[in-house]
């Protein structure tokens, strides 16, 4: 299986300041059909996790623009530009490069 | 608005099998650029994959599950279900499902690495006695 993970796995930041999550993969995950399956997700308390980038850098229907994806083949980041209340949550990301699918195991995003 | 519900008991007895549904409304489980999937949460282990499928009845499963698990899908009913034989404590967590869609290329050879882009609300499933 591909071992996904992340740094920090807590994050404290300041309203309004930029944040940034690092994902690596144990396994390249550019498949042979030239794709990169790895996305994002959002999960805020109490609810279901949410798409927030698909393909490495591309934002979901609805993602506000100070949410960007970037890197390749093993290393991976999500950006968020300046912080906002409502971006308190746990960030996963998730591979489907390779069978079966897996996640990192989250950052907690926390304001200070 | 495409939604998507599970349901089922929360409560299961070890050694048991849990059963779960969801129904899926606002659109239709019939398309090939779809897959179906289930997802699991538990504290311990964080999100996990359990398996996914298509309306044609096309499957994939987390090796780990596969031995005990079963999914199948109901298109008359626009439904898909999930069926977890002999459960252990361990199976407790929130139960997820989820539809699978390749949002940049919308290809149906690439439904099963599709992204996850819209999810139940999630159902707890205890497993005790």
């Known amino acids: 299986d591909i071992v996904m993970t992340q740094t920090p796995l807590s994050s404290p930041v300041t309203l309004g300041q930029p944040a940034s999550i690092s994902c690596r993969s144990s396994h390249s995950l550019v498949h042979p059909d030239g794709n990169t399956y790895l996305s994002w997700l959002q999960q805020r308390p109490g609810q279901p996790p949410r798409l927030l980038i698909y393909k490495i850098s591309n934002r979901f229907s609805g993602v506000p623009d100070r949410f960007s994806g970037s890197g390749a083949g093993t290393d991976f980041t999500l950006k968020i530009s300046r912080v906002e209340p409502e971006d308190v949550a746990v960030y996963y990301c998730?591979?489907?490069?390779?069978?079966?699918?897996?996640f990192g195991p989250g950052t907690r995003l926390e304001i200070k | 608005q495409l939604q998507l519900q599970e349901s089922g008991p929360g409560l299961v007895k070890p050694s048991q099998t849990l059963s779960l549904t969801c129904t899926v409304s606002g659109g239709s489980i019939s398309s090939d650029t779809y897959y179906w999937g289930w997802i699991r949460q538990s504290p311990g282990k964080g999100l996990e994959w359990i398996a996914s499928l298509s309306y044609s009845g096309t499957t994939y499963y987390n090796p780990s599950l596969q031995s005990r698990v079963t999914v199948s899908v109901d298109t008359s009913k626009n439904q898909f279900s999930l069926r977890l034989s002999s459960v252990i404590a361990a199976d407790t967590a929130v139960y997820y499902c989820?539809?699978?869609?390749?949002?940049?290329?919308?290809?149906?050879?690439?439904?099963?690495?599709?992204?996850?882009?819209?999810w139940g609300q999630g159902t707890l499933v205890t497993v005790s006695s």
């Open positions: 998730t591979q489907a490069t390779l069978f079966p699918i897996t």
């Open positions: 989820a539809r699978s869609y390749d949002v940049l290329n919308g290809y149906s050879t690439t439904a099963p690495r599709g992204d996850f882009d819209y």
